[in-house]
T-cell receptor
């Protein structure tokens, strides 16, 4: 079975502080992992992906994610949060055999000035 | 290039009715996926179409169906609406779909309210 878990419904961080949004996954075979962001009244936008290679992946808007195979995790990080980063963040995993892309429940990031 | 277009933006229906939602993918994209978004369940995968064929399907009842036309435009139909069908329905397109390194491009969604 294929699944994604985002254990935190909401993450609160002060502007300028580092942020982490957690994600763990379960999938048969090699994991293909993604992060998307959703701003109010908008569809999802792609942030970054891990397919193979370096465990630290860099993406849009200064975000990066760290792939950890032994912990089956793919946490999203940013060194210094901005108020404008406040949004709903989704982690997703693609099954390499079926191509099906499954999303986690989403984590609301609130960055306060 | 125009983005993914979903129509209508908002819909209000009553229980028992049926509804059809439309999605026009980015020009040249052949894969269209549909997702249901609710506050409690997050994003749930409905189905994916590629070249007019359903390639993947989620765990939704048969009341939810879809199709894709030769120009890659897709429609989703929900029959015998239930209150629990109230949700934001998101459509996403990609050039090939299913490719492991491919990202999805999402529309803004159709907000369906069932009364």
């Amino acid at each position: 079975a294929q699944s994604v878990a985002q254990p935190e419904d909401q993450v609160n961080v002060a502007e300028g502080n580092p942020l982490t949004v957690k994600c763990t996954y379960s999938v048969s075979g090699n994991p293909y992992l993604f992060w998307y962001v959703q701003y109010p009244n908008r569809g999802l936008q792609f942030l970054l992906k891990y397919i193979t290679g370096d465990n630290l992946v860099k993406g849009s808007y200064g975000f990066e994610a760290e792939f950890n195979k032994s912990q089956t995790s793919f946490h999203l990080k940013k060194p210094s949060a901005l108020v404008s980063d406040s949004a709903l963040y989704f982690c997703a995993v693609r099954n390499g055999n079926t191509g099906k892309l499954i999303f986690g429940q989403g984590t609301t990031l609130q960055v306060k000035p | 290039k125009a983005g993914v277009t979903q129509t209508p933006r908002y819909l209000i229906k009553t229980r028992g009715q049926q509804v059809t939602l439309s999605c026009s993918p980015i020009s040249g994209h052949r894969s269209v996926s549909w997702y249901q978004q609710t506050p409690g369940q997050g994003l749930q995968f409905l189905f994916e179409y590629f070249s007019e064929t359903q390639r993947n399907k989620g765990n939704f009842p048969g009341r939810f169906s879809g199709r894709q036309f030769s120009n890659s435009r897709s429609e989703m139909n929900v029959s015998t609406l239930e209150l629990g069908d109230s949700a934001l329905y998101l459509c996403a397109s990609s050039p090939w779909g299913g490719a492991t390194n491919e990202k999805l491009f999402f529309g803004s969604g159709t907000q369906l309210s069932v009364l």
